[in-house]
C-alpha cells in the first residue's frame, strides 16, 4: 500500500483519448516528476487528480481509502469531491492569484472561509482568524516574501506571484502537492527562486508531483520520475534510471530535445 | 427675457417636482434592474436549456423592440385583455407601469453586460477557488464578483447614463417627469403657455444629473484601479 496510488486513469475529450490507461503510486514524503512532451497529457492527468476533470475510468486512494472511484457514482459527486479536494494542493503555471486581494489575503481566503464550518467558529471567530492570519504570514516569510505581504499581485514579479500562489497552496495543509510546470511562465531569471523554494519543500519531505521541463532540477530533486507519452506513461523509475539512463527511444528523443 | 424671468420661479419649481420623479423612476430602475439583470444572467447561462432557452428569449425580444413601444404593451395591454385598468389612474399607477417596464427593460441589457463581464473573468481564477476548497457560491461572491465589477463598470455607467435620458420616455403614458412638466407650458399651465424655453432648459438637469454620474463612476474607476 502506497500514500497515493492512481489506477487505470482514462480520458477522453469527445473522441480523441488524452489519458490511457494511466497508474502509478506515490510515497509520503516522496517527490514525483512528470516530464513529457508538450501534449502528452501532463496537465490532463493533475486536472483529474484533483478533479478539475473527472477522470472517465479509474481509482485513486489515499492511504488505501478510495477516494474517486468512476464506477461508484457515490465518489463522483461535486459535493463529495469539494471536501476531497482538500488532500491536494495545486499551483497552476499561470500562478492565479486573486488580483483583488493582497498576498497575504490570497493565502488566507480560502483557509477563514474554511474554518467559518467549524462548529466553534462563531465562539472563537476573532482568536481563529489571527491564528490564521499569524500562518499565512509564517507561510510568506518562508517563501521570502515577508515585505511583499501587502501587496496586489499586480505589484508583484512572477517570481513572486507564484511564490504566493506556493504558499496559498500550503495554508490549505494539503497532504500532496501538484505542480503544473510552477516556472514555464516566468523570465529565466525568476525561475531559480521558485525552483528554491520547491527544493526547501522537498527537504521537508513535503510530498510532491511536479509536471517540469526543468530535467537538472527534475533530476537533483526528484525521488521518481514519470515520462509521458501520447496519454500512456511511457517510462518510470529513479531520476537515474530515466534521465539519465533512459530505455524507451522516445524518452532518449525528447530528453535530446530539451535544453539541459 | 423680462417675461421669462418673471415665469422662472413658477417654471422651476414645476420642472424640480417633474425632475423629482424622474430620479425616481431613475432609481427604481436601478434598484430593480441591477439584481434582476444577475438573475436573468445566470439563467442565460444555466446549463438547463429550457431555462437558458427562456432567459435568450426574453432578452432578444425586449433588446429587439423599442423601450416606448414596451411601456405602451405594459400599460395598456393588461386592461384590454381584462377590460380594466390595472394601474389605475393616478399617478402611482402609471409610475408602477413605468417602474416595471423600465426594470425589466434595463435588466435585460444589464444581463447581457453582466454575461461578458463574469465570462470575462478567466477559468483558472474558478479553478484556483475550487482547488481551494471553496463552493461555488463562495467562488462568486469572493472571487468572481469584484473581478466581473470592475470589468462591467464602463459599459454599465454608460448604460446608466442612457437611462437618466430614457426616463423621458416615460411621458407616453403621461408620466409627469421632467419633460411632461417642461411640455405643459407650451400648452398652458398656472397662467403660463406657448412658452417653450422650460422645455429647453430640462436640459441643464439632465446635463448636471449626468455630469455627477460621469464624477462618480470614474471615482469607482479608479478605485478598482488596483485590479488587473
Ligand atoms: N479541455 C479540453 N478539451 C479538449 N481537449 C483537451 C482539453 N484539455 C486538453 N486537451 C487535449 O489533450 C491533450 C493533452 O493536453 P495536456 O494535458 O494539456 O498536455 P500537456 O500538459 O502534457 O502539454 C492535448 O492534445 C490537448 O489538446
Ligand atoms: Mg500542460
Redesign the interface.
Given at each position: 500500500m502506497s500514500f497515493l496510488e492512481v489506477e487505470h486513469i482514462r480520458k477522453s475529450f469527445g473522441k480523441t483519448e488524452v489519458l490511457k490507461d494511466i497508474s502509478f503510486s506515490l510515497e509520503k514524503g516522496e517527490v514525483l516528476s512528470i516530464i513529457g512532451s508538450s501534449g502528452s497529457g501532463k496537465t490532463t492527468l493533475l486536472r483529474c487528480l484533483?478533479?478539475?476533470h473527472m477522470a472517465d475510468e479509474g481509482v485513486i486512494r489515499i492511504n488505501d481509502d478510495v477516494i474517486f472511484d468512476a464506477k461508484d457514482p457515490s465518489t463522483t459527486k461535486e459535493s463529495e469531491l469539494?471536501?476531497k479536494?482538500?488532500n491536494?494542493?495545486?499551483v497552476?503555471q499561470?500562478f492565479?492569484?486573486?488580483?483583488?486581494y493582497t498576498a497575504l489575503e490570497n493565502v488566507t481566503?480560502?483557509v477563514k472561509?474554511?474554518a467559518k464550518e467549524r462548529e466553534d467558529y462563531e465562539k472563537y471567530k476573532a482568536n481563529i482568524d489571527e491564528v490564521i492570519d499569524a500562518e499565512g504570514k509564517d507561510l510568506l516569510c518562508r517563501m521570502g516574501l515577508e515585505d511583499r505581504m501587502d501587496n496586489?499581485?499586480?505589484q508583484l514579479s512572477g517570481g513572486q506571484q507564484q511564490r504566493v500562489a506556493i504558499a496559498?497552496?500550503l495554508a490549505?495543509k494539503p497532504r500532496i502537492l501538484f505542480f503544473d510546470e510552477p516556472t514555464s511562465a516566468l523570465d529565466p531569471e525568476l525561475t531559480f527562486e521558485v525552483l528554491r523554494v520547491l527544493r526547501q519543500l522537498a527537504d521537508q519531505h513535503m510530498t510532491m508531483a511536479i509536471v517540469t521541463h526543468e530535467i537538472d532540477f527534475a533530476r537533483n530533486v526528484s525521488d521518481k520520475v514519470i515520462f509521458m507519452d501520447q496519454g500512456v506513461i511511457a517510462e518510470y523509475g529513479t531520476p537515474e534510471e530515466v534521465i539519465d539512463n533512459p530505455q524507451n527511444e522516445r524518452t532518449k528523443a525528447f530528453l535530446a530535445n530539451v535544453a539541459r | 427675457m423680462d417675461l421669462i424671468m418673471q415665469q422662472f420661479p413658477v417654471v422651476i419649481h414645476s420642472l424640480n417636482i417633474g425632475f423629482l420623479q424622474t430620479l425616481k423612476l431613475f432609481v427604481v430602475t436601478l434598484l430593480g434592474a441591477i439584481p434582476l439583470g444577475l438573475l436573468i444572467a445566470f439563467g442565460s447561462m444555466s446549463h438547463f436549456k429550457p431555462l437558458s432557452y427562456f432567459f435568450k428569449l426574453l432578452v432578444w425580444i425586449i433588446r429587439g423592440t423599442p423601450l416606448m413601444i414596451q411601456l405602451l404593451i405594459i400599460f395598456y395591454f393588461p386592461g384590454l385583455v381584462l377590460h380594466h385598468n390595472i394601474w389605475g389612474g393616478s399617478e402611482a399607477g402609471r409610475f408602477a407601469a413605468a417602474s416595471l417596464s423600465f426594470i425589466l427593460n434595463y435588466a435585460c441589457y444589464f444581463s447581457e453586460i453582466y454575461r461578458g463581464g463574469i465570462q470575462g473573468v478567466?477559468e483558472?481564477?474558478r479553478?484556483?477557488?475550487?482547488?481551494?476548497?471553496?463552493?461555488k457560491m463562495?467562488i462568486f461572491t469572493?472571487?468572481t464578483l469584484?473581478?466581473m465589477v470592475?470589468r462591467i463598470v464602463p459599459p454599465m455607467s454608460n448604460e446608466i447614463i442612457t437611462l437618466v435620458k430614457d426616463t423621458s420616455l416615460a411621458r407616453i403614458i403621461a408620466l409627469q417627469e421632467i419633460i411632461w412638466a417642461g411640455q405643459a407650458f407650451m400648452k398652458g399651465s398656472q397662467g403660463i403657455s406657448g412658452a417653450i424655453w422650460p422645455l429647453f432648459f430640462t436640459a441643464f438637469y439632465y446635463l448636471i444629473a449626468n455630469g455627477l454620474l460621469t464624477i462618480a463612476f470614474s471615482h469607482l474607476e479608479a478605485k478598482l484601479e488596483?485590479?488587473?
Amino acid at each position: 500500500m502506497s500514500f497515493l496510488e492512481v489506477e487505470h486513469i482514462r480520458k477522453s475529450f469527445g473522441k480523441t483519448e488524452v489519458l490511457k490507461d494511466i497508474s502509478f503510486s506515490l510515497e509520503k514524503g516522496e517527490v514525483l516528476s512528470i516530464i513529457g512532451s508538450s501534449g502528452s497529457g501532463k496537465t490532463t492527468l493533475l486536472r483529474c487528480l484533483v478533479f478539475l476533470h473527472m477522470a472517465d475510468e479509474g481509482v485513486i486512494r489515499i492511504n488505501d481509502d478510495v477516494i474517486f472511484d468512476a464506477k461508484d457514482p457515490s465518489t463522483t459527486k461535486e459535493s463529495e469531491l469539494r471536501e476531497k479536494r482538500l488532500n491536494f494542493g495545486m499551483v497552476f503555471q499561470s500562478f492565479n492569484l486573486f488580483p483583488q486581494y493582497t498576498a497575504l489575503e490570497n493565502v488566507t481566503l480560502a483557509v477563514k472561509l474554511h474554518a467559518k464550518e467549524r462548529e466553534d467558529y462563531e465562539k472563537y471567530k476573532a482568536n481563529i482568524d489571527e491564528v490564521i492570519d499569524a500562518e499565512g504570514k509564517d507561510l510568506l516569510c518562508r517563501m521570502g516574501l515577508e515585505d511583499r505581504m501587502d501587496n496586489y499581485p499586480s505589484q508583484l514579479s512572477g517570481g513572486q506571484q507564484q511564490r504566493v500562489a506556493i504558499a496559498r497552496a500550503l495554508a490549505m495543509k494539503p497532504r500532496i502537492l501538484f505542480f503544473d510546470e510552477p516556472t514555464s511562465a516566468l523570465d529565466p531569471e525568476l525561475t531559480f527562486e521558485v525552483l528554491r523554494v520547491l527544493r526547501q519543500l522537498a527537504d521537508q519531505h513535503m510530498t510532491m508531483a511536479i509536471v517540469t521541463h526543468e530535467i537538472d532540477f527534475a533530476r537533483n530533486v526528484s525521488d521518481k520520475v514519470i515520462f509521458m507519452d501520447q496519454g500512456v506513461i511511457a517510462e518510470y523509475g529513479t531520476p537515474e534510471e530515466v534521465i539519465d539512463n533512459p530505455q524507451n527511444e522516445r524518452t532518449k528523443a525528447f530528453l535530446a530535445n530539451v535544453a539541459r | 427675457m423680462d417675461l421669462i424671468m418673471q415665469q422662472f420661479p413658477v417654471v422651476i419649481h414645476s420642472l424640480n417636482i417633474g425632475f423629482l420623479q424622474t430620479l425616481k423612476l431613475f432609481v427604481v430602475t436601478l434598484l430593480g434592474a441591477i439584481p434582476l439583470g444577475l438573475l436573468i444572467a445566470f439563467g442565460s447561462m444555466s446549463h438547463f436549456k429550457p431555462l437558458s432557452y427562456f432567459f435568450k428569449l426574453l432578452v432578444w425580444i425586449i433588446r429587439g423592440t423599442p423601450l416606448m413601444i414596451q411601456l405602451l404593451i405594459i400599460f395598456y395591454f393588461p386592461g384590454l385583455v381584462l377590460h380594466h385598468n390595472i394601474w389605475g389612474g393616478s399617478e402611482a399607477g402609471r409610475f408602477a407601469a413605468a417602474s416595471l417596464s423600465f426594470i425589466l427593460n434595463y435588466a435585460c441589457y444589464f444581463s447581457e453586460i453582466y454575461r461578458g463581464g463574469i465570462q470575462g473573468v478567466p477559468e483558472g481564477q474558478r479553478e484556483a477557488g475550487m482547488v481551494l476548497g471553496m463552493t461555488k457560491m463562495q467562488i462568486f461572491t469572493h472571487i468572481t464578483l469584484l473581478q466581473m465589477v470592475k470589468r462591467i463598470v464602463p459599459p454599465m455607467s454608460n448604460e446608466i447614463i442612457t437611462l437618466v435620458k430614457d426616463t423621458s420616455l416615460a411621458r407616453i403614458i403621461a408620466l409627469q417627469e421632467i419633460i411632461w412638466a417642461g411640455q405643459a407650458f407650451m400648452k398652458g399651465s398656472q397662467g403660463i403657455s406657448g412658452a417653450i424655453w422650460p422645455l429647453f432648459f430640462t436640459a441643464f438637469y439632465y446635463l448636471i444629473a449626468n455630469g455627477l454620474l460621469t464624477i462618480a463612476f470614474s471615482h469607482l474607476e479608479a478605485k478598482l484601479e488596483y485590479i488587473k
